[in-house]
């Protein structure tokens, strides 16, 4: 499928579940999918340099909307020439709008049909961020991918009437957000699929959305604290009701079992800063789980995070230094494990991607889970359930 300046091409499919590989070719590079985006909130992602990220091998990243618009803002944006040139990053970028800073900010921000009103959280100050102010920051970033502004609403709120006003809301912003979009020739807009848990308002939002002449798709107003019985659900529904040629971003995801499942329910774009914020906590990614460099266990523990990784923290540097950098607080800490923790991600997906190839996913799904969980009877229920939906039986 080609769109504008954006071709998504389906090079391969599992034969059992709903996961495929993908080129998804944009202004700034050629992209791999399933693909984890690693998030650079303002610019950057905390800890590592761009010539890191390349040397990484990371296609794509995160910026976003909301603290990009209150700093550096629009006009330093234009100046610089769009936040490929500010920040020194070659490949490709995707901004989320700002719209989830309205569950984040929730205290901070007032909602109406115009947008929502934010009050900056140090200096007081007031933006407006409308469906156009939005876009016309998202214009001034320059991102190839560039998201709608939609209204949000934590899924764990219970208040029925407030998911249909937000799901309706979100499709009539759309609209304005496509009205308002200057740069179709080399920016790509993706609507956000809304419903919360509900099935019903769920599909109302694909039925409305998939009538647009959109590129692709983003799944949202997921992955904040809801019942996971709930979210595989409403992730297969959104699938379902997508279309087979063009990209589906699932937001905010980023743990290596949920990527799993949700590379096999046909989701092909994720993102989430779980991989650098655990990092800063002293938490390293392996494929058992994590490894807390803070633990007393790894003062005298004079072997890499893990024995097969090529990062260049795992090849030069011991748990027994980490932790000793993390005893004394010290920066370095937090950067060598980000560093490790975003290869990991990178690893993790390349290594989805060659099972889907290969024609073996199903198989390395239930190999990754035996080494991430120890014994079947640890199998999260939701994970087993979601996966037998797809014909993968974990048990």
């Not at 890191?52 to 909301?66: A, D, F, P, R, S």
């Not at 009701?241 to 799993?260: F, T």
């Amino acid at each position: 499928m080609k769109y504008g300046v954006m071709s998504m091409d389906v090079v391969a499919r599992c034969s059992t579940t709903k996961a495929r590989v993908g080129k998804l070719s944009l202004p700034h590079h050629v992209v791999d999918t399933p693909v984890f985006m690693p998030v650079g909130t303002q610019g950057t992602l905390k800890g590592l340099t761009t010539k890191q990220l390349e040397k990484i091998g990371i296609q794509i990243m995160l910026g976003n909307t909301y603290h990009l618009g209150n700093q550096p803002g629009e006009d330093i944006l234009e100046e610089a020439g769009g936040l490929h040139q500010f920040m020194g990053w070659p490949r490709a970028l995707l901004t989320d709008s700002g719209g989830f800073q309205m569950v984040s900010l929730l205290k901070l921000s007032e909602l109406s049909e115009e947008g929502v009103q934010f009050e900056h959280p140090r200096d007081k100050s007031i933006m407006m961020l409308s469906p156009e102010k939005s876009i016309a920051i998202q214009n001034a970033i320059g991102a190839d991918i560039i998201m709608q502004l939609d209204d949000v609403v934590s899924s764990t709120e219970t208040d029925a009437k407030r998911f249909k006003e937000a799901t309706r809301r979100s499709v009539r912003w759309l609209d304005r957000c496509i009205s308002a979009h200057k740069r179709n020739g080399d920016q790509c807009l993706f609507p956000i699929i809304q419903g919360g848990l509900d099935e019903s308002l769920r599909k109302e939002c694909l039925h409305e959305m998939t009538s647009r002449v959109v590129p692709g798709f983003a799944i949202g107003g997921l992955s904040g604290g809801e019942c996971k019985d709930d979210f595989w659900k409403m992730v297969t529904t959104s699938t379902d009701g997508l279309p087979e040629d063009k990209p589906r971003y699932l937001m905010g995801v980023g743990y290596a079992a949920d990527l799993i499942v949700c590379v096999a329910l046909g989701c092909d774009m994720f993102d989430c800063v779980f991989p650098t914020r655990t990092a800063r906590f002293g938490c390293a990614l392996v494929p058992t789980g994590q490894i807390s460099l803070k633990n007393v266990s790894c003062s005298k523990d004079f072997t890499p995070i893990q024995e097969d990784c090529h990062c260049t923290t795992c090849k030069s540097y011991t748990k027994a230094y980490l932790y000793m950098l993390f005893r004394a607080n010290h920066p370095s800490a937090c950067h060598m494990v980000s560093v490790h923790n975003v290869m990991y991600q990178f690893n993790l997906m390349r290594s989805i991607r060659e099972a889907i190839k290969n024609d073996s996913y199903p198989q390395f799904i239930k190999d990754y889970f035996l080494k991430l969980f120890k014994t079947p009877l640890s199998y999260p229920s939701w994970a087993v359930d979601s996966l037998n939906s797809v014909g993968v039986r974990l048990k």
